[in-house]
């Protein structure tokens, strides 16, 4: 969505009668699916691969109570249009969805007939304030897959959406909960006076660099650091990115990008008391447990301050990175994005 259309859309959104609301979605209900109410899970965007893994996840009948009983029961697949790699997927993806139980219904408004919580999974952030904006509307519990946005001014534009409509939202990459970041958060090794992270960094041309992939990276940085960033400079290459953060208090964070030879996500943290590496990545459970739980307890695991400021030290990253790799303070680039 463009800058220039954005404001008049959120008005638009905000003097239209709510009219899926909570109750109205009673009368949507999916008369077939045995699910309880309150745990019925709508999907948006068939368009990627985390899509069929969540979902698979979610329905396995051998899951038990680990994810609270939430099922996914009915999803609208249509996703990005400018990505076409992820876009020519949909038909495949939908289809193997279908096996799982999940009613492929024709619209938005559809999904939330029929659902009481929603996962937006399209794989194009550009796409996710169009798409975000009737959910929360209709007052539904919100996750956003990862990249949150694709742009900083649409990101702001989401939490104010979230905060208009007093409805919880929250975004993760499921690195966040990569093994050993809970025990440094605890204070397990001390203060952190700092930390190196990578992963892998594939640019999208719709996308600004670090909002595709090198997001997940940044985040196991945010994750360790917290926030309190207050500038950035960026190095880049063809097969590589460093970006040095400097956080309020003095300390500095690193994440290095990669986009050749070997990938993988994990990283060093520098303690008071210890110098530890990070553990193994263990896919998407712990975040579908995080999801979940969520969606019950309406408390979000990962604040807005946070998220929006992951997305600021990357609009930051790719300002330095066009003026070749000065500093940039972060709050520049958050004033540029609340002011479109």
Same mark, same amino acid.
């Given at each position: 969505m463009k800058n220039s259309d954005r404001r008049s859309f959120i008005k638009k959104t905000a003097i239209t009668s709510l009219g899926l609301g909570m109750a109205g979605s009673i009368s949507g209900i999916n008369k077939k699916s045995d699910v309880e109410k309150g745990k019925r899970v709508g999907m948006i965007g068939l368009d990627t691969g985390h899509s069929v893994a969540f979902i698979k996840s979610l329905n396995d009948p051998l899951a038990g109570n680990k994810y609270g009983g939430y099922k996914v029961v009915a999803a609208y697949p249509k996703g990005t249009e400018n990505i076409e790699k992820w876009k020519k997927k949909i038909p495949e993806f939908t289809a193997e969805i279908k096996k799982q139980g999940v009613e492929i219904v024709e619209s938005i408004d559809e999904v939330l007939k029929k659902t009481d919580v929603v996962l937006l999974t399209c794989i194009d952030g550009n796409k996710h304030l169009e798409q975000a904006l009737p959910v929360l509307?209709?007052?539904?519990?919100l996750f956003i897959d990862k990249p949150f946005a694709g742009s900083l001014s649409d990101a702001f534009a989401i939490v104010e959406a979230a905060k208009q409509y007093n409805v919880p939202m929250f975004s993760s990459s499921s690195l966040r909960y990569i093994?050993?970041?809970?025990? #440094? %958060?605890?204070g397990k090794f001390g203060k952190v006076i700092g &930390?190196?992270?990578?992963?892998? %960094? @594939? #640019?999208?041309? @719709? @996308?600004p660099d670090l909002f595709w992939y090198g997001v997940h990276g940044v985040e196991i940085l945010f994750t360790i650091m917290g926030t309190g960033c207050k500038s950035v400079k960026r190095t880049f290459t063809e097969d590589t990115d460093i970006v040095v953060g400097v956080w309020d208090d003095d300390r500095i964070g690193t994440y290095r990008g #990669?986009?050749? $030879? /070997? $990938?993988?996500? $994990?990283?060093?943290?520098? $303690?008071?008391?210890?110098?530890?590496?990070?553990?193994?990545? /263990?896919g998407y459970s712990p975040l579908l447990e995080k999801i979940t739980e969520f969606f019950r307890t309406g408390v979000v695991p990962v604040s807005t301050d946070e998220i929006l400021e #992951? =997305?600021? =030290?990357? /609009? &930051? %990253?790719?300002?330095?990175?066009l003026r070749g790799g000065i500093s940039i303070d972060i709050e520049t680039v958050v004033q540029k994005a609340k002011s479109n």
């Open positions: 509307k209709a007052g539904k519990p093994d050993g970041v809970k025990e #440094i %958060a605890e &930390a190196e992270t990578y992963s892998p %960094a @594939h #640019i999208e041309e @719709h @996308h #990669i986009r050749r $030879g /070997q $990938g993988g996500y $994990g990283g060093t943290v520098y $303690g008071e008391n210890d110098i530890v590496v990070l553990g193994k990545y /263990q #992951i =997305f600021a =030290f990357m /609009q &930051a %990253a790719e300002k330095s990175k």
